[in-house]
Every structure is written in structure tokens, then in C-alpha cells.
């Protein structure tokens, strides 16, 4: 079974530039979040893709867009970077059989290692 | 708005201690869930506690969710030096596929 990994590991970026992280997820798992964790807090929820659409945003502004592909791997893109982007990103993959489906089902998140990002 | 709040921030302990944290929030949950965090690493999602159950176990792990009180609580036994770790309790508001909003965490160091 192959987890969940993220690329690349670290990155250096000044502000106002682009940045596209990437992420595949853990084999058999349909759904990817992207989550942000600022040094010393806890992951904030940034977006969700589940079948190749945005499926639920956290409170983060539309410059924070992302993809999801066919074979569920993931793209987080940032535009014009400030500084107080500098964190810890975070993908997560799971499993979710949709709406419609039993109301109390849940499933854990995976988590990459994550990308650390600097914004200078 | 942060959905968990652990307590302690931090907890300082000797091998084999148990060590517990408390984790509050403030709006219904489908599910609570608690994760660990190595420095600079992903989370490792460690156990899963439904609304309508009242505790749970896994191996030294215990954790009890007391909804009439928002609350939860993380039980680990006879501790180890690689517990050492930052330790997040997150909640589901509804099944969503994985929108979880954490809490700040609780950094526990067990000293050799």
C-alpha cells in the first residue's frame, strides 16, 4: 500500500510569486484535502476535491485554488504569496462513498509529511 | 475558529507515567478524532470516536467524548520515550469526506 506523498519537501518563494505543491494519495482513496499549519497551531482546512471538484473551502481567499486528477493526485496552487503564507502544507487522503450514503460513516485522513513553504 | 482545544499545551512526563490530555470544543460533532504529529512530519491518525459512543480503546491508547460537556479525553498508558510528540484532537462536523478543524495541540515530551 503506498502512502500518501507530497512534493517537494521544502521550498523558498518571495512574495508575490506562484506556487504549485503537489500530492498523490494512498492507493484506494478518493477524496484529497489540503490543510495549513502555521508554525506552533494546529492544520487549518484550506479545500477539499472529491471527484475532480472542490467539495467544501475552509476560510482561505481565492488566490488558494487547487486540482485533483483523474488518478486522485492533487495540486495546491498559491498566487501572489505573502508572508503570512510561510507554513506547513499538508495533504490528506481518504476514502468517502459520497452523499447519499450512510450518514455515520467515517473514515481518517492520511496525511503526507507535508511541504514546507518560506515566504521571504 | 478552532473547533478543539487541548489542555495542557504542554506536558512534561517520566517513562511510564500515564499521560492524559483534554481537548474542548465548541459546536456538535459527528466524530472526534485524535491525531499525533512527530516535529516537522504529517499526522498519524491514532483513534476515532463517534458522537454517540462514550469511549474507546486501542492497544494503550483510551479516549472518552463527553457530549453534554463539548469534551474529550486522550489517555495514554504506560508511557515511552517515542510518544513523544505533538498531540491534535480534530472535529467532524458532519460527514464531509475530511473537513476537520483542530485544535492548537499538546506537546508532550517523555523524559527517559
Redesign the interface.
Known sequence: ETGVTQSPTHLIKTRGQQVTLRCSSQSGHNTVSWYQQALGQGPQFIFQYYREEENGRGNFPPRFSGLQFPNYSSELNVNALELDDSALYLCASSYWPGTGFLSSYNSPLHFGNGTRLTVT | S?Q?EEDPQALSIQEGENATMNCSYKTSI??L?W?RQNS??????LI?I?SNEREKHSGRLRVTLDTSKKSSSLLITASRAADTASY?C?G?K????????????TQLTVNP
Open positions: 478552532q478543539g459527528n466524530n478524532q491525531y516537522g512530519r504529517g499526522l498519524v491518525h476515532l463517534r491534535f480534530a467532524e458532519e460527514t464531509s469526506g475530511s473537513r476537520l478543524t483542530f485544535g492548537e495541540g
